[in-house]
T-cell receptor, first 109, second 113 residues
Framework: GNSVTQMEGPVTLSEEAFLTINCTYTATGYPSLFWYVQYPGEGLQLLLKATKADDKGSNKGFEATYRKETTSFHLEKGSVQVSDSAVYFC????????FGSGTKLNVKP | DGGITQSPKYLFRKEGQNVTLSCEQNLNHDAMYWYRQDPGQGLRLIYY???????QKGDIAEGYSVSREKKESFPLTVTSAQKNPTAFYLC????????????FGDGTRLSIL
C-alpha cells in the first residue's frame, strides 16, 4: 500500500542553522509529493510540491527533491529563522492523499 | 480571494448534542475532505467527497455524518454517538487529480462543555 514516513520530532535548532527533515514514501505507482506547514492553531499551508522524479520543489528558502531511487522527499533549508517554528507534514497523492505524522520544528534565537 | 472558510473557529458541545461544522470553498474544487487532528498528532480522514451528492467514509467515520448538496459546501455533523469529539477539525478541498495538492481551511476547535 501507500504510506509516508517522517522523522520524529521535535527538531530543535538555533537560528541560521541548516535544516533537514527526512521523508520517505511507499507507493504502488508514481505519486505527487508535497510538504505542508502548520503554525499553531491554524490549518495546513502548502509549502512546496513535486510531481515527478528529479523535480525540485522550492518556496521561501525551503526545497525538496523527488528522489525515486531512494523513495525520498527530504525538506531542507539553508538557514532557519525563529519564524520557521511550526509543524511540517510530508504528503503524497496517488489516487488518495497520505500524510506523514508531522515533525515539529523549534528554532531558538 | 479564493479559499476555504471554516466556521465557527471555536465550538462547544454539550452532552447528547449534535453540532455541525461548516466548510465552504470558492475554488471550484470537485473534491472535499474532513480531517480530525488530536493534540500533537497527525491528520485522520473522517469523510471525503469527490462529487456533489456522493461521499465516502474515511478511516474514522463512526459518530460523524456529512452531506454534499452543493459543490461549494461540505458540512460535518458531530453526533452524540461520537464519545470523544474534542479535537481540531480541518476541512480541505482539491481538484481531485493526482498532481494537485489539497488546500486547507483554518480549522474548527471543538470542545466538550
Amino acid at each position: 500500500g501507500n504510506s509516508v514516513t517522517q522523522m520524529e520530532g521535535p527538531v530543535t535548532l538555533s537560528e541560521e542553522a541548516f535544516l533537514t527533515i527526512n521523508c520517505t514514501y511507499t507507493a504502488t505507482g508514481y505519486p505527487s509529493l508535497f510538504w505542508y506547514v502548520q503554525y499553531p492553531g491554524e490549518g495546513l499551508q502548502l509549502l512546496l510540491k513535486a510531481t515527478k522524479a528529479d523535480d525540485k520543489g522550492s518556496n521561501k528558502g525551503f526545497e525538496a527533491t523527488y528522489r525515486k531511487e531512494t523513495t525520498s522527499f527530504h525538506l531542507e533549508k539553508g538557514s532557519v529563522q525563529v519564524s520557521d517554528s511550526a509543524v511540517y507534514f510530508c504528503a503524497l497523492n496517488f489516487n488518495k492523499f497520505y500524510f506523514g505524522s508531522g515533525t515539529k520544528l523549534n528554532v531558538k534565537p | 480571494d479564493g479559499g476555504i472558510t471554516q466556521s465557527p473557529k471555536y465550538l462547544f458541545r454539550k452532552e447528547g448534542q449534535n453540532v455541525t461544522l461548516s466548510c465552504e470553498q470558492n475554488l471550484n474544487h470537485d473534491a472535499m475532505y474532513w480531517y480530525r487532528q488530536d493534540p500533537g498528532q497527525g491528520l485522520r480522514l473522517i469523510y471525503y467527497s469527490q462529487i456533489v451528492n456522493d461521499f465516502q467514509k474515511g478511516d474514522i467515520a463512526e459518530g460523524y455524518s456529512v452531506s454534499r448538496e452543493k459543490k461549494e459546501s461540505f458540512p460535518l455533523t458531530v453526533t452524540s454517538a461520537q464519545k470523544n469529539p474534542t479535537a481540531f477539525y480541518l476541512c480541505a478541498s482539491s481538484l481531485g487529480q493526482n498532481n494537485q495538492p489539497q488546500h486547507f481551511g483554518d480549522g474548527t476547535r471543538l470542545s466538550i462543555l
